[in-house]
């Protein structure tokens, strides 16, 4: 089975733009998860997708958002970009069932100047 | 709010001693809980979980809900266990949403 794929892996924006990061789950995986990673806050929950539907929400303002496909691809937007945006954005992806385990992307590492 | 801790930063070993990694959660319901690994350069993967009470490349972990600890211990550290680990906390059974501890950098020395 292929990974989780993240595209792109890295981007520079300036403060005041928006961002789109996608990412592809394992194949047969409908739920996809959105961490972001920094090296002062960790790794923080950003939101959950689940059958196109947001299942679970970490507590980020409302310029991060995200959606799912059909094909169970998400994408997340960020807009009006901060410069503590800047962050390694992290995808997982997890099968259906119990204990099921998350399966990590390589991340999007994105740079707000 | 759960939380998760793992106090130590950065944790070095030698090759062959004993090596334990600590983990203590806050939580009000029945936690789920993770160790996952990060090796140089790779992807972040799941180590393993508590509720599988297995050992993985000689790793076990033991929940411990009246000290709210899941410590990840191996008796004989080898080099190639350097690695960031973190300790990971999913409400119920849903792995989707888990909330991560700091992590903590292991260096294993020759």
């Known amino acids: 089975k292929a990974g989780v794929t993240q595209t792109p892996r890295y981007l520079i924006k300036t403060r005041g733009q928006q961002v789109t990061l996608s990412c592809s789950p394992i194949s047969g995986h409908r739920s996809v998860s959105w961490y972001q990673q920094t090296p002062g806050q960790g790794l923080q929950f950003l939101f959950e997708?689940?059958?196109?539907?947001?299942?679970n929400k970490g507590n980020f303002p409302g310029r991060f958002s995200g959606r799912q496909f059909s094909n169970s691809r998400s994408e997340m937007n960020v807009s009006t970009l901060e410069l503590g945006d800047s962050a390694l954005y992290l995808c997982a992806s997890s099968g259906d069932g119990t204990y099921n385990e998350q399966f990590f992307g390589p991340g999007t590492r994105l740079t707000v100047l | 709010a759960q939380r998760v801790t793992q106090p130590e930063k950065l944790l070095s070993v030698f090759k062959g001693a004993p090596v334990e990694l600590k983990c203590n959660y806050s939580?009000?319901?029945?936690?789920?809980l993770f160790w996952y690994v990060q090796y140089s350069r790779q992807r972040l993967q799941l180590l393993l979980r508590?509720?599988s009470r297995e050992s993985i490349k000689g790793f076990t972990a033991d929940l411990n809900k009246g000290e709210t600890s899941f410590h990840l211990k191996k008796p004989f550290a080898q080099e190639e266990d350097s690695a960031m680990y973190y300790c990971a906390l999913s409400e119920g059974t849903n792995a989707g949403k888990s909330t991560f501890g700091d992590g903590t950098t292991l260096t294993v020395k020759p």
């Open positions: 939580y009000s319901g029945s936690p789920e």
């Open positions: 997708y689940f059958s196109e539907t947001q299942r």
């Open positions: 508590h509720i």
